[in-house]
């Protein structure tokens, strides 16, 4: 019987362990990022931001900007003294709460939009109008607005400030009441309501505070035109009087903070 060389044994012998270094390295080397795989750079605004359809609710103050007087005139009429009697109105706020629906496209750190919004507004305006011992007062209160606007911002990260400018629509209710109506056929109260269309512009800032959702700060600056609600009343005397709104325009300020969930 032949026996092996010992050189052959010793060489099948240190085989295995020639391949040893190049497994434990194998066994000891982890890719990046400890999990077998390789992570990504984190995330940053690439554009996305600010580019697409979005939805919320909006809710602030808003007070009447109106500065228009009342004027009552004679008409045959010994309760009311003859010629217009005039007095200045006095301006309320109230709460604002609603909704909001718009479309963002962006190009570069250039953001153009539309968006349409609608609320309930609780703001208006009363004037008197005193004539010997009695006197007449006209309250005129924002019900509802609603506005379709255009929008032009420009965003930095997850910030955007804008400018806005469209048409608003709003419901507008008017009271005209005698304040002593003993002399008067009826109550002495009429109430009329208009839908009256307008102009309105103004500002604001969103931020974006998840990937998904931003808070934001709006103001506007909104003009509806005139409410012409002439009221006319008859005495029991046979007489008769018109109390009459002297051309104001129904102008209203609102800052409301915002909600939004994008969907990009």
Do not use: C
């Not at 010992?6 to 890719?31: N, R």
């Not at 349409?116 to 006197?135: I, M």
């Not at 005698?178 to 009329?192: A, F, L, M, Q, Y």
């Amino acid at each position: 019987m032949t026996s092996k060389p010992p050189l052959l044994v010793l060489a099948a012998a240190l085989l295995p362990l020639a391949a040893t270094p190049a497994s434990a390295a194998d066994i000891l080397y982890e890719p990046p990022g400890g999990s077998g795989g390789y992570d990504a750079p984190l995330a940053s605004d690439d554009g996305l931001n600010f580019n697409g359809l979005y939805a919320g609710i909006q809710a602030g103050g808003s007070f009447n900007g109106s500065d228009g007087e009342t004027s009552v005139s004679s008409s045959n009429s010994a309760f009311v003294a003859a010629g217009p009697r005039r007095d200045s109105e006095d301006d309320s706020a109230g709460g604002t709460i609603g909704g909001h629906v718009g479309a963002d496209l962006r190009f570069g750190a250039i953001v153009v939009g539309a968006v349409t919004d609608y609320g309930k507004v609780n703001a208006g305006s009363e004037a008197t109008a005193r004539f010997g011992g009695n006197s007449v007062t006209t309250e005129r209160r924002v019900d509802s607005l609603g506005s379709t606007r255009a929008r032009l911002g420009l965003a930095s990260d997850k910030l955007m400030v804008y400018g806005t400018a469209g048409v608003a629509y709003g419901r507008v209710e008017t009271e005209t009441r005698v304040d002593d109506p003993s002399n008067i056929v009826g109550d002495g109260v009429t109430r009329d309501s208009d839908t009256l269309v307008g102009a309105t512009y103004g500002g604001g800032v969103d931020y974006m505070i998840h990937d998904k959702v931003s808070l934001g700060a709006e103001y506007t600056y909104t003009n509806l035109g005139n409410a012409d609600s002439p009221a006319r009343f008859n005495e029991r005397g046979g007489g008769r009087f018109t109390v009459q709104d002297a051309g104001e325009d129904v102008k209203l300020h609102k800052i409301e903070g915002k909600l939004s969930y994008h969907f990009f």
